[in-house]
């Protein structure tokens, strides 16, 4: 048995045993040390580096680390064997991860702009953004020794008065507060109630003359980014909003690594806490915090989010949802209040969960339908959404279908190098010139800002011109020389897209053969789905009346190359819309309407789930789509068309 | 700034600072250090005995301690401060306090048997001993490929056929267990539900072949002694029962010092925890421990308390209860939950608590109003709980009456040096030979059981028997000489009830002038309280048609004794029942029936509720009464007679 000592930057170390042999990673893992590893362990991300600062580790150098840093101590952990004592310095990287991706959605004026529209959308399909909350002022009679009744039924009375309903209930909070609220406002306080068909709830009671705001959060939880929006429940404004990475990363980068990691002992409550205590509790005291509301001011939760980010966060058991028969704990619930996950705020704070329609299709799915409004139209539509995992919808006002696939976390820049979200610093549109073949760059930001790294779009942008100029080939292996192209050590090859000294970084900012490896899966993937699914149907690709395109891949998007790459179906591009994050948006109605909660439980009754895991024909039709374009390059005639002019 | 280390017995060593001057019992308390001290540091009860092992301590010498005591270090802490550093053995009273109160209610047969009586005296008045709850089994398909249902609408379908309601709600905590029951249980499960009018309501999910008991928990909360049942919610059975002391004890040993403490900074989260973490979760897993069943299998609690007993338990500011014009924030509540309170059940498990019906009679006085049957009988009955606080009702089927007065916990042993809980060792009676005056005891427990002290009944029968024979005065001075009378050095003088070796003690078993005093005062608030409520209705004691005595005195009362020594009214004997501990058999019942509970809603508000501390009579009364029997003796003709024989 020997010790390992785990030292941190910022925190005190944590001492473990180990027997000879044990797998660094997991070590760290059993003594609740985080090291971010979003290919769970298979050495191929090169994420979990940490380095040996004394004592011995058996470890392989592998193509993640140089020379001179396997000198200074530097060791992917996943590779790494306990051989003897030794003392590890374990970088702060889960939560250099989260900053990295603490950027608000609609950070932009085009994105605040696309989210206005789909709301606008929302309400013209007749979803009416109103709800049961209100705020109700209330004066009372101070109490005397000929006056005695207490604080409760005191105020109950006014309420009653008020209202003219006789049937009121209070919240415990509220009961919990009360005394405190009477006196400092003198016995006149204003109330957060809702007016409920069989009674009315009061949810909470302020001091008249303190600033009293009925919030609500909207929340998308997805697998890489978890964003949110803190909301007036009462005129609908954005209060405050917020992104952040969520922090079960350090688990896995899929939902089956997470779901894997969940089983083991202690494991729902380690996946329930990084979602929680370590990713929604700052998230929120973060938001509330910038509208200047008091932490517990939030009255209605609404969480978008895929089936198993949805069990992990319930706390239910989420195995049984990678096992056949593949069976989720629930679709719908309305069983889950706050301070049940652990947030402490009005104890009747409710949690409402976009409905789930399948093992892989979840809330965020429904809600991004909402969103989308296809569910209202006569038009054949495809909704897609680009997430770590990405989902499908097709149909119209009739019929939905739905199937998902594992895309990995390229969309949103993660599994890339250099990649990012979309936001300042991005480069989030590339071409070359055409005459010098110089790469001319759009970034994100203020007029001056340099480049940071890639979000999707750009990844997008930078594959499409690499391909159409013939400096990659159809499998995304560099098949060019020049000043930009570099091999490193192990021969694989990458291209500069910003020299350092032309960027805000300390590297170059640089797209690898591993990275465009990563990407074409992503790609792969989605296109191999959407093909199954109209296949099934007995659609193809010239039906398609319009494409909705959602996910945090950013508003650059340019469909156009995402089609040249063989990413989307080669139809005309005036049927392409980018609608933003749907799943967000979405959540944002459910949360402000009842309306919408309603008609989101309707889509998600009426979806037809189609499980691809189990399609006989899914490898084959991936395996196709792994190249640029397609093995079948008839199916993309817009990129012969555009190979051919830059022969 | 001086460094003060406190030592345990049992646990690690606390390390705190304090300033020269400061009192040492309020060092322990800002450290969380505990310390029993009932009269919250006012030097008179002697019981925050600490022992010096090193450094200083600028401290007094009071009666409390001995010069052979003082010698070896010891010294009361609430009369010590702080004049360098200092080594404090702290030793374990609070958990010897709470063990030496560890006796269930209920224990011995004679109490069983008053129990029944109680309850089945609530039974022909008309109230149903009958809830809702009710398990359900159920037997599903299980999932396939083709049968995808997710789990929580494959088991609400099921409790619907079942049940033929369609409107189904399940609770968060069954939502969260139930993958893993469904499994377990090979799709068969047993359901513990609710039958609600408005729905159903899904409590639980158990695997088939597991054990299920629908668990209910009964409360009394005292101010100083806790008791609970645990009780079968489908047959009423009682499955365990246990007492234990109240953790809040080291805050003071009354409501008022509890109610100040609580307003220190962070005071009502320390009461809280006190206790719910200290008091209430040990006793509740020893219930469950005994009971064999999970300790979630909690399904309802009642809770039967005084009005501060039930805001510190619900952590609501209770400060307006003990300033003028004394507001409770409720009497009623149905808002509360265990989970609210910290108790992990199930997450719809709800907390009813007896109401309120004035800042001094609370739960615990309706539903020991509603146990006695006071309410149901056209007869004038007094009905007194002889607790901590003892309260007073007085009525019949058409009015009710109370009032409350603060009698210190010398009914339940407390304040008394000897004192115990009536169980094994106590003894409950005692006269003396009338030829040799030496005492002949009964003593609680198996035959030959030693004396180790006296229970509330005992008292009374020892003060009485010395004021009859002459040995104390009716001010409780000890007026004789003997071999079983001792005096201290300061004077004060002690009877001696058994001598150490015919006790189960390490010293004598005896009763000091101290305790004499403390007891009067007890009792001079009771009968004074009596008069004045009487009095203020125009009655006298002639017209009481019945008298229930309550509380934790003991079943051994001598009702003559306590008349003779003027606790009681002087009305013939048979009017006097005992009915044990009413809070308790009041909570059982509420627990059990929804017209129990009902009814002690109406009990509560048709109350009439008599603020004592604000009549002008209530201090000569009181001083009046702490005579032996009173300074009025024409009140007392009982012992006037009783006095005449033995002269």
């Not at 209100?134 to 005191?154: A, G, K, Q």
């Not at 997008?460 to 050590?489: M, T, W, Y």
């Not at 970084?505 to 690898?512: F, G, P």
Request: glycine residues 10%.
């Amino acid at each position: 048995m020997f010790t390992i000592e785990f030292r941190f930057e910022n925190s005190a170390p944590v001492k473990a045993y180990a027997h000879e042999g044990e797998n660094l990673l997991e070590v760290a893992r059993k003594n609740n040390v985080a090291i971010d590893a979003p290919c769970s362990g298979n050495a191929s991300c090169g994420k979990c580096r940490v380095r040996l600062i004394g004592g011995t580790l058996k470890s392989e150098k592998t193509r993640h680390i140089t020379e001179e840093e396997y000198a200074e101590g530097w060791r992917l952990s996943c590779v790494s064997t306990i051989s003897g004592d030794a003392e590890i310095l374990v970088p702060d990287i889960a939560s250099a991860y989260r900053s990295r991706m603490k950027v608000a959605d609609l950070s932009t004026g085009k994105e605040i702009e696309i989210f206005e529209e789909v709301k606008q959308s929302i309400v013209e399909a007749g979803i009416e953004l109103k709800n049961d909350f209100s705020l109700l002022e209330l004066e009372m009679d101070s109490p005397s020794l000929d006056d005695t009744m207490p604080d409760n039924e005191r105020l109950l009375r006014a309420v009653e008065a008020a209202t003219g309903r006789s049937e009121i209930r209070m919240a415990y909070s509220a009961l919990r507060k009360l005394p405190d609220a009477l006196r400092k406002g003198d016995f006149k306080v204003q109330c957060v109630i809702r007016n409920l068909a069989a009674y009315v709830l009061l949810m909470d009671v302020i001091p008249m003359g303190e600033k009293a705001t009925i919030g609500g959060l909207a929340i998308d939880i997805g697998t890489t980014t978890v964003s949110a929006l803190l909301v007036d429940l009462e005129t609908g404004k954005i209060l405050a909003k917020g992104s952040t990475g969520n922090g079960q990363i350090r688990y896995g980068a899929d939902v089956i690594n997470r779901i894997i990691e969940s089983t083991r002992v202690g494991g729902r409550k380690k996946l329930k806490k990084a979602i929680v205590d370590e990713t929604l509790l700052p998230l929120i005291d973060g938001l509330c915090h910038e509208a200047k509301i008091p932490s517990d001011g939030i009255y209605r939760i609404c969480v978008a989010g895929n089936t198993t980010m949805n069990h992990l966060l319930v706390g239910v058991n989420a195995d049984p949802i990678r096992m056949e028969p593949y069976i989720p704990a629930f679709f719908e619930t309305n069983s889950v209040f706050a301070v049940d996950l652990g947030i402490e705020v009005s104890s009747s704070t409710r949690v409402r969960i976009a409905p789930n329609v399948g093992s892989y299709v979840g809330g965020d799915i429904t809600a991004g339908t909402l969103a989308s409004g296809i569910w209202n139209r006569p038009e054949f539509s495809l909704f897609i959404d680009l997430g770590t995992n990405g989902e499908l919808v097709f149909g119209n006002q009739d019929f939905l279908m739905t199937c998902a696939c594992s895309a990995g976390p390229a969309f949103e820049g993660g599994d890339i190098s250099c990649g990012m979200r979309a936001t300042d610093g991005a480069i989030d549109s590339f071409r070359l010139d055409p005459a010098t073949k110089e790469p001319i760059l759009s970034v994100l930001g203020d007029p001056g800002q340099k480049p940071v790294g890639l979000c999707g779009s750009g990844i997008i942008d930078v594959i499409c011109e690499l391909f159409i100029h013939g400096i990659i080939n159809a499998k995304g292996q560099i098949v060019s020389e020049g000043p930009r192209i570099h091999r490193n050590e192990y021969g694989i090859g990458s291209y500069v897209i910003a020299f350092k000294e032309d960027a805000d970084s300390v590297k170059d900012v640089e797209i690898t053969e591993v990275d465009i490896d990563n990407f074409i899966r992503a790609k792969g993937a989605i296109f191999s789905a959407i093909n199954i699914m109209l296949s099934s149907l007995d659609f193809d690709v010239s039906m398609i009346d319009d494409v909705y395109v959602a996910g945090g891949i950013g508003s650059g998007i340019n469909m156009k190359n995402a089609v040249t790459i063989g990413m989307l179906p080669d139809i005309p591009m005036e049927k392409y819309h980018y609608i933003g994050n749907s799943s967000l948006s979405g959540a944002y109605a459910i949360l402000l309407s009842e309306q919408a909660m309603h008609k989101v439980k309707e889509i998600g009754r009426n979806m037809t789930y189609m499980e691809l895991s189990t399609n006989p024909r899914y490898m084959d039709e991936f395996v196709a789509a792994c190249f640029l374009p397609h093995t079948n390059a008839s199916l993309f005639p817009t990129t012969e068309e555009a190979l051919a002019a830059n022969r």
